[in-house]
Structure formats: structure tokens, C-alpha cells
């Protein structure tokens, strides 16, 4: 006669504080995966975002010490960061409450993207450094200039300080019109776009520069190519310094790093 032996080890709890296209691969590999209790845990800027077959928290923790009590509360035994490269915040608060927690965090992040000899590329460290650049008015080789700003509709503020360009704004959903700076272009669209789609908008609008965070990836890289094949100048904005965590760029990475923390974990508790 046989039987069925089950397996006493209990699933091991992480949580994934997401909100991008690798957080999103991550939770398909967890989906289906008992070795693990996965939580995704999601900002809620995004009014209708593409939710996995996992549970989900959206809305902030409550700085350092809400997330603190919510990793202890949830029994979280490992973290993995895989917030955009210009949540600052998020990945801040993270790494200050899994040093205080002993708690394993890793960081998945997409590789920047790095010039080519074809781009013409202004760094600026900062969104009002990039304003300043168009502010300064020695500073641009055409004065007013249609700027197509493509940092995200709640980053347009600084940009008020440098108000006699013409902006060209894309955004999923309307803006705060309060924040925006006042001769601005409103188009309401979802992504992704191709390099098609982006060259047609450079043209349409007579674009003179492009404005940009270092996002890196793949889904919003076409309108860096089409800057680059109209030689139009990209003022790109500079990744903040990163959190003191290991980094891992792909999914599958931060899968085996998981399954080394959740293997070590079961050799404890057996």
C-alpha cells in the first residue's frame, strides 16, 4: 500500500514592490510556484493597472516604519525591489527597513541606456537641472523651442521655471493642469509606441528637443531611436544614486536569487 507524503515546509513569503515590465515578469514565474507566498505590492498611481494571479497591495506603506510593520506583520523573509529606476523613495525606505529588519532585499533593475555616437545627449542630474538648461536663456539654440516631455505627468513642475517653450506632454491619464507649465500640449495616450509612431510625433509637432529620465529597457526606447535618426538633442535625466543592494537585471535573475534565499531558509526551519 502506498501513501502520499506532504511536504511540512510552508511556502516562503517575499514580497515585490513593483510597478514595472521586470516586476511584472517576476510575478508570472511566482504565480504558479508553491515554493513561495508572493505579494505584489503595487504604488496605485495607475488608475487600471494589469494585475498578476497573486495577491496585491496597492497604496503606500506609511514611510520606513509602515513598511517596517507591515514586513513583520506579513512575516516577509525577503524583499525584492523592483520599483522604477526614479522611485527614489520607494527603494530608500526599502533598503533602510530591510537593514533594520536583517532582511535579505535585492534589486531587480533594467540596464540604463547608454549613448551612441549618433545621439546628442545633455545629462542633467536632476528634473530641475533640466529645467534649468532650458531656463538659461544662452542655453538653447532655439528660443521658444517645442519640447516634447516625456518624464511623466506628475514631474512637470520644475518645468514652470523655463515657461516660454512650447511643451508636448503624453500621458496616459490627465495631469494636474495646475502643475504643468503654461504653454503645454496635452496628448491622452497609452503606450508602447514604436519607432513609427514616434518618429510620426516628432515630425507632427516640429519637436526641437526631447526631455527624458534614464528609464533603460525596451518599451520606451523608440522615441531615443527617433531622436537620434532626426538628430534631435535629448535632455536626459540621470538615474539617482542606487540603493545598497545587489542588482540583478532580469527576472530569472532575481527568481534564482530567491531560490537560493527560500532553499537556505527550509534547511533552517527542517
Not at 494571479?53 to 506579513?74: M, T, Y
Not at 523651442?145 to 523655463?162: C, H, N, S, Y
Not at 527576472?251 to 527560500?262: I, P, Y
Request: some cysteine; hydrophobic content about 40%.
Amino acid at each position: 500500500m502506498s501513501s502520499v507524503v506532504h511536504s511540512a515546509v510552508q511556502p516562503f513569503p517575499v514580497v515585490i514592490l513593483g510597478g514595472t515590465t521586470e516586476a511584472a515578469s517576476l510575478c508570472r514565474h511566482l504565480e504558479q510556484d508553491a515554493r513561495f507566498n508572493a505579494t505584489l505590492s503595487l504604488a496605485g498611481v495607475t488608475r487600471a493597472p494589469h494585475l498578476p494571479d497573486l495577491p496585491v497591495k496597492i497604496g503606500g506603506f506609511g514611510g520606513v516604519q509602515g513598511l517596517k510593520n507591515w514586513l513583520q506583520e506579513n512575516g516577509i523573509r525577503a524583499v525584492v525591489d523592483a520599483t522604477h529606476p526614479f522611485a527614489a523613495t520607494m527603494s530608500h525606505n526599502a533598503a533602510t527597513a530591510c537593514t533594520d529588519l536583517a532582511l535579505p532585499l535585492l534589486r531587480l533593475e533594467r540596464p540604463a541606456w547608454q549613448p551612441t555616437e549618433q545621439d546628442n545627449w545633455h545629462a542633467a542630474a536632476s528634473l530641475a537641472e533640466a529645467a534649468m538648461a532650458l531656463a538659461n536663456p544662452g542655453g538653447w539654440d532655439k528660443t521658444p523651442a517645442t519640447v516634447f516631455l516625456t518624464t511623466g505627468r506628475k514631474d512637470t513642475r520644475p518645468f514652470q521655471d523655463a515657461p516660454r517653450h512650447h511643451y508636448i506632454l503624453r500621458s496616459i491619464e490627465p495631469p494636474d493642469e495646475a502643475a504643468l507649465p503654461p504653454h503645454t500640449t496635452l496628448i491622452t495616450a497609452r503606450g508602447p509606441f514604436g519607432l513609427d509612431d514616434e518618429l510620426r510625433l516628432l515630425r507632427a509637432y516640429e519637436v526641437d528637443v526631447l526631455v527624458s529620465k534614464n528609464s533603460g529597457g525596451d518599451a520606451t526606447f523608440p522615441k531615443i531611436q527617433a531622436a537620434r535618426i532626426l538628430n534631435i538633442p535629448v535632455i536626459m535625466i540621470e538615474r539617482p544614486h542606487p540603493s545598497p543592494a545587489p542588482v540583478v537585471a532580469t527576472a530569472e535573475n532575481a527568481l534564482q536569487w530567491l531560490l537560493r534565499h527560500q532553499s537556505a531558509s527550509t534547511l533552517r526551519d527542517v
